[in-house]
């Protein structure tokens, strides 16, 4: 064999963290290589926004065309082919493989393409290649999980066997109550499918606050789509019909085209032997790690992680920033607490659990309901459903902190699951302290959805300083412009307000 090839950062996954944590070593100098088993940048189709936002987005330009008539647009005969969107899609995921490998390319990163195995803490075979690294880090991710019941891995698909599908089943059965399940079921609505949305417990989302679950769910059966409480313990039939038998009694549901699994994820750690490198992993075989994202391993810097890819991109940032840049371990820990979501809503802390944190005293709610301008009742389609578009802010303390976002709103086809538009901005608010005064001081954007979210009542206004300011703003005006003075005065929250005279040649 081979001399050992040593590297001051090993890298094993190619997903969008492990690209990210390799190419910020490389720029701190560090010398970094990335394995991977197959191309760059995959991972579970359900992990790859790149795969479900093409979805996401015929479902929408299909949607357009549905609600064109209510614009006075006349589009006939619309139609949607499967197989010459999979074809387009894979074509643009190829793409973006190949952009991935010029950026490690560029950025002095080498990649080694095999599976790769551990023989030790800080070495790894790879075919015949044997190479090591001063540090390692572990970002395999995971790919989804069927239950273990009988007919499920004979007869059912998962979320990666959607991406597969050159046609769109006549009736789907979807299972599982996560993000993935939701964000299926409506596309695959849209797209021409019946679709029976299988969960186990009252609601899908448990984890979602619960006013916006709420909502979802109401739009999501006006929609078309059946939810059906209850476990499946079997599926049978064959590739044309399939029946969903639930436990207890519940019954069967049958004559499904496709029975779709969207029920987690599980590691991809088994060929890695783990135990080589002394890492401990929990019996799920997710790997144990503290929150500096260290193993259990005695080679002090054996790091490893698993998230979902923005999570994982910043988190595989900052751990290279703490190896090779200098930066401390406090400064470069992963901040989970305003990671904000798209259901494709923004939760970083639900009602429930500010309360639960904070006391019930300590909790203020604000909310919002009203119909996106897209669907006021003058451009809806005869008979069609009028959804509406839900807000909701969660604050804390006296100085109303902002501690939860969420919303509840476009696109139609689910049934407002999304409202990705303006999640970052606020997301980084949020992170950095923003009040319910700071929320209402925004100038709102009109007409759009992110103006609500900073017109919620009550209004609050920001509390003054001992020492007036003052501001000199422009105000239009039938004359071209005039200048009015406000001067916060520390006795009151409202500005007092005092108009200039408008010069004459300014008329």
């Avoid at 029946?243 to 549901?253: M, Q």
């Avoid at 193993?295 to 698993?306: C, F």
């Avoid at 302290?433 to 209004?459: M, N, Q, R, Y």
Wanted: glycine share 10%; proline share 6%.
């Amino acid at each position: 064999m081979a001399a050992p090839e040593e590297f001051d950062y090993l890298v094993i996954g190619g997903g969008s963290g492990g690209i990210a944590s390799a190419r910020r070593a490389a720029a701190h100098g560090a010398r970094a290589c990335v394995i991977e088993r197959s191309r760059l940048n995959t991972c579970p189709a359900e992990e790859v926004p790149d795969n479900k936002k093409v979805m996401f987005n015929a479902a929408t330009v299909l949607e357009m065309i549905h609600q064109s008539e209510g614009y006075g647009i006349s589009v006939g005969g619309a139609s949607f082919d499967m197989k010459a969107i999979k074809a387009k899609r894979d074509a643009y995921v190829t793409r973006l493989n190949g952009i991935y490998a010029n950026n490690l390319a560029n950025s002095d990163v080498t990649f080694v393409e095999g599976d790769a195995r551990f023989t030790g803490p800080k070495t790894v075979a790879v075919g015949d290649r044997t190479l090591t690294g001063k540090a390692v880090l572990i970002a395999v991710g995971g790919r989804p999980s069927v239950p273990d019941i009988p007919g499920a891995a004979e007869l059912g698909i998962t979320s990666d066997g959607f991406f597969e599908l050159d046609s769109v089943p006549d009736r789907v059965a979807v299972i599982g109550s996560g993000y993935i399940a939701v964000e299926l079921a409506g596309i695959l609505q849209v797209l021409g499918s019946k679709v029976d949305l299988f969960i186990r417990g009252a609601t899908p989302l448990r984890s979602m606050e619960s006013d916006v679950v709420e909502r979802l769910v109401g739009e999501m059966e006006a929609a078309g789509i059946t939810i059906v409480r209850g476990e499946a313990e079997a599926i049978s039939g064959d590739a044309a019909s399939k029946t969903v038998v639930l436990k207890d009694g519940k019954g069967e549901h049958g004559g499904y085209g496709q029975v779709l699994f969207a029920t987690g994820r599980e590691p991809v750690t088994g060929s890695l032997d783990l135990p080589a490198a002394g890492v401990e992993t929990a019996p799920s075989g997710h790997i144990v790690v503290d929150a500096a994202s260290r193993t259990s391993s005695e080679a002090e810097l054996q790091l490893a992680y698993s998230a979902r890819r923005p999570t994982a991109i910043a988190a595989g940032r900052l751990l290279s920033d703490r190896l090779f840049g200098g930066a401390s371990e406090a400064d470069t820990l992963m901040d989970y607490d305003f990671v904000p979501t798209v259901v494709f809503s923004h939760p970083p802390l639900a009602q429930a659990e500010a309360i639960a944190r904070h006391g019930p005293d300590a909790v203020a709610v604000h909310k919002s309901t009203w119909v996106n301008m897209l669907y006021s009742r003058e451009f809806l389609v005869d008979g069609q459903h009028m959804p509406k578009t839900f807000a909701k802010l969660v604050c804390v303390g006296p100085e109303q902190r902002v501690v939860g976002l969420h919303m509840i709103g476009l696109p139609r086809h689910l049934r407002g699951a999304a409202a990705p538009l303006s999640s970052g901005g606020f997301a980084l608010a949020m992170k950095m302290g923003a009040t319910k005064a700071d929320f209402d001081s925004v100038v709102a954007i009109h007409p759009t959805s992110s103006e609500e979210l900073v017109t919620i009542p009550p209004w609050q206004a920001h509390p003054v300083t001992d020492s007036p300011a003052e501001v000199l703003c422009a105000l239009g005006s039938p004359y071209g412009r005039a200048q009015a003075k406000y001067s916060l005065r520390p006795d009151a929250y409202t500005p007092s307000y005092e108009e200039e005279p408008v010069p004459a040649k300014a008329r």
